[in-house]
């Protein structure tokens, strides 16, 4: 069983909908992540929070966008989504950032736009 | 830059055989090392890491060596099941607070009953 706790795990929305992720972790973990995973490739990097604020945005669009309301919850919010935004979005969270301290990631995801 | 390589799949093979996958790295210093695993339908979960040279990482079975002379982490597992059928990744971290990830495209590996 994974500690890393997202919902819901499938979602289906229309691009003019808005709808959010949800991640939780109870392990008292101070960095969290969201990841994008495209089928048969390894996950991109979307965004890092660190003790609760945002400290990485890897370029990604706007109608992605982030929130961090407790060391335990990560959200991301979606908005006018593309097809192209179809993927396996993945949570993850660290102790911290060095090499002994490694990402534990949830079971993400699968979110499809029509 | 930094980057991981992997063999690629699918591995094709039968319940019980020996498994190998291959992994090497390019980097500058002393990054961690990491295999995660990523079952049909679900998230990625670590499988094991080692983060100096010529540490064993080892689980369920698995076991990677962190090899600099070569710069590799080749993961091995000496009788393999159908429920090890999954997409394995090897990644690096450099350095200490370092939150970037590099990851290999993946390895698909499917056991034949």
């Known amino acids: 069983d994974t500690e890393v706790t997202q919902t819901p795990k499938h979602l289906v929305m229309g691009m003019t909908n808005k709808k959010s992720l949800k991640c939780e972790q109870h392990?008292?973990?101070?960095?969290m992540y969201w990841y994008k995973q495209k089928a048969k490739k390894p996950p991109e990097l979307m965004f890092v929070y660190s003790y609760e604020k945002l400290s990485i945005n890897e370029s990604v669009p706007s109608r992605f966008s982030p929130e961090c309301p407790n060391s335990s919850l990560l959200n991301l919010h979606l908005h006018a989504l593309q097809p192209e935004d179809s993927a396996l979005y993945l949570c993850?969270?660290?102790?911290?950032?060095?090499?002994?301290?490694?990402?534990?990631f949830g079971d993400g995801t699968r979110l499809s736009i029509l | 830059g930094d980057s991981v390589t992997q063999m690629e799949g699918p591995v094709t093979l039968s319940e019980e055989a020996f498994l190998t996958i291959n992994c090497t790295y390019t980097?500058?210093?002393?990054?961690?090392l990491f295999w995660y695993v990523q079952y049909p339908g679900e998230g990625l979960q670590l499988l094991l890491k080692?983060?100096?040279a010529d540490d064993k990482g080892s689980n369920k079975g698995f076991e990677a060596t962190y090899r600099k002379e070569t710069t590799s982490f080749h993961l091995e597992k000496g009788s393999v099941q159908v429920s090890d059928s999954a997409v394995y990744f090897c990644?690096?971290?450099?350095?200490?607070?370092?939150?970037?990830?590099?990851w290999g495209a993946g390895t698909k590996l499917i056991i034949k009953p």
């Open positions: 080692a983060t100096k």
């Open positions: 990644a690096l971290i450099q350095g200490d607070s370092n939150y970037q990830l590099i």
């Open positions: 980097a500058t210093g002393y990054p961690s």
């Open positions: 993850a969270s660290s102790q911290g950032y060095r090499g002994d301290q490694p990402q534990h």
């Open positions: 392990m008292g973990h101070r960095a």
